[in-house]
């Protein structure tokens, strides 16, 4: 379920553990450790918890368990383009379960993971707000109304076709420059 | 007393108790998932609807959350209650696969008897079903995580009942998940408990995956004789061999409970290597031949060089049939013995325990969930008698302390006090603590004699002074403590301890105070044992009359001194000098390959018994089967296993108390019924404790205690506690013990595959001061050098032990059996470092 970390994520994991020492080691701490963990690193990603519960003297059982159970942790890095599927009574009527299942089969992921490239990650929502375009999905910050199995490779594509040109572009204005 | 009705029938029960265990009561089931007597009432699973009727609750309630109250009137088979549970059932099993044809918990699954009871019968959910992955839980216990209905059962016995954290729940709401962080081995002894409590097939039972049902089982009452507690167990038996063993519920002794080690080490019953048949020098002969040879020797032997140069040696892990043949042979031909133990000071440690344990002060191991204070010396219940740390942990739940005064890394899954001392200065620490304790009334009411022991206590040591403010802070807490235990082991312990620990519950005891005490002994019937050989002579004597041609035959039964003598080559060697060594086993232990007549004996799962254990409780294990090959071993592998025969093949095989009475007889034609009944009737009749041992067929389920109490004298030196031994402290002297391991060194459950891939590696404690003087870090091999030889081992360092000791598990992948006893004394330059190919 981990993913490799970063250079950057592994710089803040030294700062975190700086910061662990600012708690006392009681376990009533876990919470506001989780929850300064995660400003720094956006996620909970394992080599912190094992982090905290070493610091805290609990299990890693303990620490997992506790931070499962609350809907603010997350345990995958956001991915460039978050996916969220809307999956409220509206978009669940008109089978917004069917779109994210359609996600999760394209990227090879499941509802609340990342992909390995960090592009992609997916989420289901309750209701966003546009009933009326049921179901809805919504990529990075572009709702996407009326949302069909057909139109979900395209959106993925689309997003590759943009990357391919930025990069491109990038490579071209690189060029021009030496 | 609450007074109510439940399905129009009146019943009186104790305040507290709940509805659900009123009606259990009355002997009608309400459904249940989620409460568990053991583990208390948490609502969560809601099967267990019942209608109240009158009284101060109204309508559907459950059974297992309201306390039983005058006046109520209580309907389970109410239509409303029977719909709601039905309901209940239905909605538990949405997500419940399909499974049971490939679940091992079908055929006692809990949950399949409620859905069918329930009468949902046929699903009507079509929806998909939520699914998780399984997690690797090590060799026990096998994960099958789909299956689960959220009773939280799992999780509240391993992290509130028992205190192990590495299991526990995960997640929210629909993905909720028993299980650890990552997959591994389960870190708790008790993880075993799991598969019993689990109430569908979540948790199975590893080692018997697949083998049968329930129904295809003969369940038989038998009990763990993995150590001195003697849990009450229920054995499976399939095809002439155990297949699995489960605790059995006991209100004296295991509660509802039982450890690893217990339920997974039987299978030493149906080992391969099992020795099944009689040998004469190594070669297979008849049972009746080996009798007649083995009577002839001996009656020549003792004709020859007189009954004394018969020398016989008995087993702790003996029933106490066996023990009581071995000393009525004794008797009959004058020989000596029997000799219980290998060690004489542990001989002592545990003679003096049972003449100790009078009846007031003995208490059973539920008992000791009720003290509010618990001084345990010279024990290490994880790795002694598992179980006791249950009792602990519940006795600690409710707001007990427990204080630890031990040399070795005490390990226990709450917290608790450890006074860590070396072995020498444990009787000086004790003797302290009682001496802060017990107030000037008590002292001026002593007898002269116990004044006297009180008075020799040295007033100050830099021992005591060294640990001062532990010392003052437990003398306190027992002060003011109303319930106290005194747990007291009988292994590393010295010779005076036993008794200081008696003499300290005594004055407490007369301080006013409810004290109880509770001692570990090694072996499952070590207590019959020691209540058996008044004034044997010592295994040390006897091996010198050996050398000395004075003994000329030993008699071993069911005893392996190879497994226990601390100095192997003399052993070896002396046993080579005997003219006949008679061997009686159902174990394939090493002295077979010396032996010159053998003879198989049969476990107690074949022969049954009765077994005394620490506390002074006789109890009775009953015979599961008739012994023999398992079929497994005959069958090729075919399924059914199936073999034909006119005979069962390795059904040579007698109750060691038979072949006692048949050498005891002088022709051959001992009756092979009735014998048993001879020998209790002989002991009844020869040993007044057990005048009250009742007949078979009444025999309690809890058995019937026995405490000799102040009546029996086994010790002449009434006054060796005086003066408590004072530790001769030298910086480079080191004491070397060496102990009991949950895992690896108990003889009978080492030989179960299954915990032989529980067992750590080998190894020597030693404190880090000790390590960082001798420049020795973690996982360095040593060579540590005694007088006899020298054991090559890797170094494990901890800072929760006693300085200046080192401590070496009997591990039977290790020949510590060099070290020439199982305590000594070693200076620091015997301990050298050694690279890893280097031989030693
Ligand atoms: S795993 Fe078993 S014991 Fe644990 S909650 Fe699920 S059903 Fe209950
Ligand atoms: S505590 Fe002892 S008697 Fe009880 S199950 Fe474990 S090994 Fe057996
Ligand atoms: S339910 Fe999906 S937008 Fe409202
Ligand atoms: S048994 Fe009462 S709610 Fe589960």
């Excluded at chain 1, 609340?112 to 490239?117: H, L, Q, R």
């Excluded at chain 2, 507690?229 to 063993?245: A, D, F, K, N």
């Excluded at chain 2, 009546?711 to 070397?736: C, G, K, Y």
Aim: charged share 25%; proline share 5%; hydrophobic share 40%.
């Amino acid at each position: 379920m981990n993913q490799e970390l970063t250079t950057e994520e592994k710089a803040a994991l030294k700062s975190i553990a700086k910061n662990l020492e600012t708690f006392n080691k009681q376990r009533g701490n876990l919470i506001p450790i989780l929850q300064m963990v995660q400003e720094h690193l956006a996620y909970l990603p394992s080599e912190a918890l094992r982090m905290v519960a070493e610091y805290l003297e609990i299990n890693a059982c303990e620490v997992y368990g506790v931070a499962t159970f609350y809907n603010q942790f997350r345990f995958h890095p956001p991915g460039k383009h978050p996916v969220k599927v809307c999956l409220g009574t509206a978009c669940h009527v008109r089978a917004g379960d069917i779109i994210l299942e359609n996600f999760e089969r394209k990227l090879g992921i499941e509802d609340g993971e990342t992909t390995a490239d960090r592009e992609f990650s997916i989420e289901r929502v309750a209701c966003v707000g546009c009933c009326a375009l049921a179901p809805v999905a919504i990529i990075g910050e572009t709702v996407h109304g009326h949302m069909a199995p057909s139109k979900v490779e395209g959106l993925l594509m689309r997003i590759e076709i943009e990357k391919d040109i930025a990069k491109r572009e990038k490579e071209k204005s690189e060029s021009e420059q030496t | 007393m609450p007074k109510l009705i439940i399905d129009n029938q009146e019943i009186d029960v104790q305040p507290g108790t709940k509805v659900i265990d009123a009606a259990e009561q009355l002997g009608i089931m309400i459904p249940r998932f989620c409460y568990h007597p053991a583990l208390g009432s948490v609502g969560a699973c809601r099967v267990c609807a019942v209608k109240f009727l009158q009284g101060p609750f109204k309508g559907v309630q459950m059974s297992c959350m309201i306390d039983a109250k005058d006046g109520m009137v209580v309907s389970t088979t109410d239509e409303e209650a029977v719909d709601f549970r039905k309901y209940v059932i239905e909605w538990l099993m949405l997500h419940h696969p399909h499974d049971c044809p490939v679940c091992d918990e079908g055929g006692h699954c809990l949950l399949q008897d409620m859905t069918v009871a329930g009468g949902h019968g046929l699903r009507r959910y079509q929806g998909k079903k939520r699914t998780h992955h399984d997690q690797h839980l090590g060799p026990l216990v096998q994960h099958e995580m789909n299956r689960c209905i959220q009773c939280y059962r799992c999780s509240r016995f391993y992290q509130k009942f028992s205190g192990y954290r590495d299991l526990g729940v995960l997640q929210i709401g629909e993905r909720v998940y028993f299980g650890r962080y990552q997959a591994g081995t389960l870190e708790s002894p008790f993880s075993g408990n799991l598969i019993d409590i689990c109430p569908t097939g979540v948790y199975t039972d590893k080692p018997s995956r697949f083998i049968g049902r329930r129904w295809d089982y003969e369940r038989t009452p038998s009990l763990c004789i993995n150590c001195s507690l003697g849990c009450h167990t229920v054995v499976s038996t399939r095809y002439r061999e155990i297949v699995r063993q489960e605790a059995r519920f006991s209100e004296a002794v295991n509660g509802h409970f039982i450890c690893d080690r217990g339920r997974y080490g039987f299978f030493y019953a149906s080992q391969e290597k099992r020795p099944r048949y009689a040998q004469i020098n190594g070669n297979e002969v008849s049972w009746e031949k080996s009798i007649q040879t083995a009577r002839d020797q001996l009656n020549r032997i003792s004709q020859e060089s007189g009954p004394g140069a018969v020398a016989s040696v008995g087993s702790v892990r003996s029933s106490l049939e066996t023990q009581a043949a071995l000393s009525r042979l004794c008797q009959k031909k004058g020989w000596q013995g029997p000799v219980y133990w290998i060690d004489h000071g542990q001989e002592m440690n545990v003679k003096t325990a049972a003449a100790e344990l009078a009846d007031e002060l003995a208490v059973s191991l539920r008992d000791v969930e009720q003290a509010d204070y618990i001084l345990a010396v010279g024990a290490d219940p994880v790795n002694e008698a598992p179980m006791l740390v249950l009792a602990l942990r519940q006795a600690q739940r409710m707001g007990a302390k427990v204080c630890f005064l031990d040399p070795r890394p005490i390990g226990l899954p709450f917290s608790f006090q450890h006074i860590s001392v070396a072995p020498q200065a444990m009787d000086l620490i004790l003797a302290h603590l009682l001496k802060e304790t017990i107030d000037q009334d008590t002292i001026k009411g002593l007898e002269p004699h116990e004044k006297k022991i009180f008075d020799a206590i040295p007033n100050n040591s830099h021992l005591v002074s060294s640990n001062q403010k532990l010392l003052n802070a437990v003398a306190n807490d027992i002060r003011l403590s109303q319930r106290l235990v005194i747990v007291c082991g009988t292994d590393v312990v010295s010779e005076t301890i036993p008794e200081r620990a008696a003499y300290f519950a005594r004055l407490l005891a007369k301080m006013g105070k409810q004290v109880g005490l509770f001692y570990l002994l090694p072996g499952a019937n070590a207590f019959g044992a020691a209540l058996l050989s008044d004034d044997a002579p010592t295994f040390g004597r006897i091996l010198d009359e050996i050398e000395a041609g004075l003994v000329r035959a030993l008699v071993l039964v069911e005893n392996d001194p190879y497994g226990y003598y601390p100095d192997r080559p003399r052993l070896e060697r002396v046993l080579q000098q005997l003219d006949l060594l008679l061997v009686m086993d159902y174990l394939d232990v090493r002295t077979i390959q010396d032996a010159d007549v053998f003879l198989p004996t049969l476990t107690l799962y074949e022969a049954g018994g009765f077994f005394v254990n620490q506390e002074g409780r006789i109890q009775k294990a009953s015979i599961a089967y008739q012994g023999g090959h398992p079929i497994s071993q005959f069958s090729n592998g075919n399924h059914p296993p199936r073999s034909f025969r006119n005979q069962i093949p390795g059904k040579e095989a007698q109750p060691a108390w038979q072949a006692l009475i048949e050498l005891a007889n002088e022709n051959s034609a001992t009756p092979k019924q009735g014998v048993r009944a001879d020998i209790l009737a002989w002991l009844v009749k020869t040993h007044p404790l057990f005048s009250k041992l009742p007949p078979d067929n009444a025999f309690p389920s809890d058995g019937i205690r026995i405490n000799p109490g102040k009546d029996i004298h086994f010790r002449s030196a009434a006054d060796r506690l005086v003066v408590p031994t004072l530790a001769s402290e030298s910086a480079d002297q080191m004491e070397l013990i060496t102990v009991d391991w949950t895992f690896g060194t108990e003889e009978l459950s080492t030989r179960s595959p299954h915990l032989r891939k529980m067992e750590s590696k080998p190894c020597v404690f030693m404190h880090s001061n000790d390590a960082a003087q001798l420049d020795i870090s973690e996982g360095d091999k040593v060579a540590v050098r005694s007088d006899t030889g020298i054991v090559s081992i890797h170094v494990t360092i901890t800072d929760n032990m006693a300085p200046g000791v080192l401590i070496i598990p009997r591990h039977q992948r290790l020949d510590w059996q060099h070290l020439g006893a199982s305590k000594i004394t070693v200076s620091k330059d015997q301990i050298r470092k050694i690279r890893e190919e280097e031989p030693c």
